[in-house]
């Protein structure tokens, strides 16, 4: 095969789990077919079973190519932010900043579809986890950068009570789901981040 023809290849995988990824955010798994991803993406329906060998596989590479997005995102914004000793309030300010920023309720419920159907689909486990680990990782940062203890196993923690806040301002259609998230974090920052008194 020409390193052309691969190229090509390359940029059709590309563009089908790109049109995977989008119909993912915008209609759940329900929404990713063989055909309607082919539809999206403008390419012959053959095309998806040419270049993935099942639907899952497809699902599969939409779910990463989501969440290497929101990492890259996600490290960007902590990478810019200013080493400063902050208050429960203002870290928990800079948590939803750099979790939640301005992603529309599609996206989010996206996310946390994605998340729940590992359950189901046992082919999505290895992504979620990496992407868990990275979140984790990113929040221990920011933490660090707020002049608070980053503890093994807390980190983790301050993300589940994070996500968990989230779910529950979604499941309950929740006006301000910011401030909702906001109050859930400034109430457990500073037993899970205390402050570090070396700082």
């Known amino acids: ?39 999206r993406a403008r390419v012959p329906l053959a095309s998806t ?3 993935f060998s099942s639907l899952e596989e497809l699902v599969e590479k939409a779910v990463e190519y989501l969440g290497a997005a929101e990492l890259a995102q996600l490290r960007d914004r ?20 750099l ?8 996206e989010l419920i996206s996310r946390y ?16 986890r990496r992407l868990l680990k990275q979140r984790v990782d990113a929040i221990a940062e920011a933490i660090g950068r707020s002049g608070r203890r980053v503890r093994s196993g807390m980190m983790t923690a301050l993300l589940y009570s994070f996500d968990g806040a989230v779910a529950s301002s979604l499941a309950e259609d929740a006006a301000a789901p910011r401030d909702y998230v906001r109050a859930t974090l ?8 205390p402050v570090d008194a070396r700082v």
């Open 1 to 39: 095969m020409s390193s052309a023809a691969t190229a090509k290849g390359e940029r059709r995988r590309h563009t089908l789990v790109r049109a995977a990824a989008e119909l993912l955010c915008e209609g759940g798994f329900e929404a990713v077919s063989h055909r309607a991803v082919a539809e």
């Open 49 to 51: 079973t040419y270049y």
């Open 78 to 97: 902590v990478e810019a932010l200013p080493r400063r000793r902050r208050g429960a309030e203002a870290t928990a300010d800079v948590l939803v900043d």
């Open 99 to 106: 979790l939640a920023a301005d992603p529309t309720r599609e």
């Open 113 to 128: 579809e994605r998340y729940i159907a590992c359950a189901r689909h046992p082919e999505l486990r290895g992504v979620e």
């Open 186 to 193: 400034v109430d457990v920052i500073d037993v899970l981040a």
